[in-house]
T-cell receptor
Framework: DTEVTQTPKHLVMGMTNKKSLKCEQH?????MYWYKQKAKKPPELMFV???????INESVPSRFSPECPNSSLLNLHLHALQPEDSALYLC??????????????FGPGTRLTVL | RKEVEQDPGPFNVPEGATVAFNCTYS??????FFWYRQDCRKEPKLLMS???SGNEDGRFTAQLNRASQYISLLIRDSKLSDSATYLC??????????FGPGTRLSVLP
């Protein structure tokens, strides 16, 4: 099973709202990722968690706050977003073996619209 | 210069054609490579992993040339359902996955 699940599929929020995106995998992977993808562009890395610790933050604005409650779950908390934050938010996971041969698997994404 | 570069596309080919995409990378330490296909408004889906010289899966063949630092993807007997964006991804080490910009393919009836 190479499934990564994400909820919700779609989210519309105002600039003053607080919402959360959720991601789950049961492949025993120890690295989990958040990406942001705009139309006709490749995914852009936001955060990486490795063994439940934040290992990479690509200078993401603080209105995005990641959380990794356990090795299977990854959340992205959203607060005071801007319209330009509207995008497809993708979660991914990989084994994190450290050998450079790991494969990333993506969830279906959450399509976020900020009004 | 971007770390992973791809043919700009778009590629418009008739059904049944053979089409090849190239991807070049600048980091010689890259360990492995992947081709993902991504349909419009969907997530990237793994098409093929490439660790050594190449890989073949049905109509799809990937070749890796470490000396010249490029990876190719060949699609034979194109189907309408092959229309998508193809992303070339390199893994330098562990969590460091680097995406190319993608190449769009349209297979025409």
């Amino acid at each position: 099973d190479t499934e990564v699940t994400q909820t919700p599929k779609h989210l519309v929020m105002g600039m003053t709202n607080k919402k959360s995106l959720k991601c789950e995998q049961h492949m025993g992977h120890r690295a989990m990722y958040w990406y942001k993808q705009k139309a006709k562009k490749p995914p852009e890395l936001m955060f990486v968690y490795s063994y439940e610790k934040l290992s990479i933050n690509e200078s993401v604005p603080s209105r995005f706050s990641p959380e990794c409650p356990n090795s299977s779950l990854l959340n992205l908390h959203l607060h005071a977003l801007q319209p330009e934050d509207s995008a497809l938010y993708l979660c991914a996971s990989s084994q994190d073996s450290g050998y450079g041969t790991d494969t990333q698997y993506f969830g279906p994404g959450t399509r976020l619209t900020v009004l | 210069r971007k770390e992973v570069e791809q043919d700009p596309g778009p590629f418009n080919v008739p059904e049944g054609a053979t089409v090849a995409f190239n991807c070049t990378y600048s980091n010689s330490a890259s360990q492995s490579f992947f081709w993902y296909r991504q349909d419009c408004r969907k997530e990237p889906k793994l098409l093929m992993s490439v660790y050594s010289s190449g890989n073949e899966d049905g109509r799809f063949t990937a070749q890796l040339n470490r000396a010249s630092q490029y990876i190719s993807l060949l699609i034979r007997d194109s189907k309408l359902s092959d229309s998508a964006t193809y992303l070339c991804v390199g893994n330098n080490y562990g969590q460091n996955f680097v995406f190319g910009p993608g190449t769009r393919l349209s297979v025409l009836p």
